[in-house]
C-alpha cells in the first residue's frame, strides 16, 4: 500500500460545487502539503501544515482551504469550484528530522476536472 | 513569475549516453536545490539534491551541478537508461527543509534504447 494515500484519484465536478480532496499518510510524518500541477506551470504549493494545529498558506491559496483533522490526515476542500481549478492536486509529506534535505513524499495524485 | 524555470520541455536520449538536464532560477535568496523525478499516474519522487555549499553532488548515475552565479543547476545521468525515461522537475527553496519549494515545469526525458 502506498505511504501516501489519495482520494479520489479521479474526480469530474460542475462549477460552484464542493469539493473535498483526501489525504493519508502512513510514514509518520509531521509535515504535510498540497500541490497542484498544471501544463506548464510546474507544481505549485496551496497549504501546508507543520502540525495539527499549524496550517500556513502556499503561493496559490485562494479558492482553497484545508483541515489537518489529524498528524496522518490533511484534506483539501474547494467551497465553490471553478473551470480553472481544474488541475492534477498532490498531497505530499515530509519529514522535519530530513528536512534539510527537502524530500518530499507525494502520493499518486487526483486528478480534478471542473466543468 | 516563474522563480524556477526548465526551459527544454523535452529531451531525447540513446541509451547509453549521458543525458543533461537543465534549470535556472532567478531568486538570489535560494540555497537548496532537489531534483524530482515523474513517472506517468504516479506522484514525484526524490532524486538528489545540493546544498549551495556545494558545486557537485553525485548519487550513482546522477549527478547535480550548481552555478551560483550563473543561477544555473543541471542534473546529469549516465549511462541513460530507458527506465530513466521520465519527467523530471526541479525545485529550489530558501532554507532547509521543504517549507515552500518553488518547482520547475519539467522535462521529459526520453532514452531510447
Known amino acids: 500500500d502506498a505511504d501516501v494515500t489519495q482520494t479520489p484519484r479521479n474526480r469530474i465536478t460542475k462549477t460552484g460545487k464542493r469539493i473535498m480532496l483526501e489525504c493519508s499518510q502512513t510514514?509518520?510524518?509531521?509535515?504535510m502539503y498540497w500541490y497542484r500541477q498544471d501544463p506548464g506551470l510546474g507544481l505549485r504549493l496551496i497549504y501546508y501544515?507543520?502540525?495539527?494545529?499549524?496550517?500556513n498558506k502556499g503561493e496559490i491559496s485562494d479558492g482553497y482551504s484545508v483541515s489537518r483533522q489529524a498528524q496522518a490526515k490533511f484534506s483539501l476542500s474547494l467551497e465553490s469550484a471553478i473551470p480553472n481549478q481544474t488541475a492534477l492536486y498532490f498531497c505530499?509529506?515530509?519529514?522535519?528530522?530530513?528536512?534539510?534535505?527537502?524530500?518530499?513524499?507525494f502520493g499518486e495524485g487526483s486528478r480534478l476536472t471542473v466543468l | 513569475d516563474q522563480q524556477v524555470k526548465q526551459n527544454s520541455p523535452s529531451l531525447s536520449v540513446q541509451e547509453g549516453r549521458i543525458s543533461i538536464l537543465n534549470c535556472d532560477y532567478t531568486?538570489?535568496?535560494?540555497?537548496?536545490f532537489l531534483w524530482y523525478k515523474k513517472y506517468p499516474a504516479e506522484g514525484p519522487t526524490f532524486l538528489i539534491s545540493?546544498?549551495?555549499?556545494?558545486d557537485k553532488n553525485e548519487d550513482g548515475r546522477f549527478t547535480v551541478f550548481l552555478n551560483k552565479s550563473a543561477k544555473h543547476l543541471s542534473l546529469h545521468i549516465v549511462p541513460s537508461q530507458p527506465g530513466d525515461s521520465a519527467v523530471y522537475f526541479c525545485a529550489a527553496s530558501e532554507e532547509a527543509g521543504a517549507n515552500n519549494l518553488f518547482f520547475g515545469t519539467g522535462t521529459r526525458l526520453t532514452v531510447i534504447p
Open positions: 510514514k509518520g510524518h509531521d509535515r
Open positions: 501544515s507543520f502540525d495539527v494545529k499549524d496550517i
Open positions: 545540493i546544498s549551495s555549499i556545494k
Open positions: 531568486n538570489s535568496m535560494f540555497d537548496y
Open positions: 505530499a509529506t515530509s519529514d522535519y528530522r530530513q528536512g534539510a534535505t527537502g524530500e518530499l513524499f
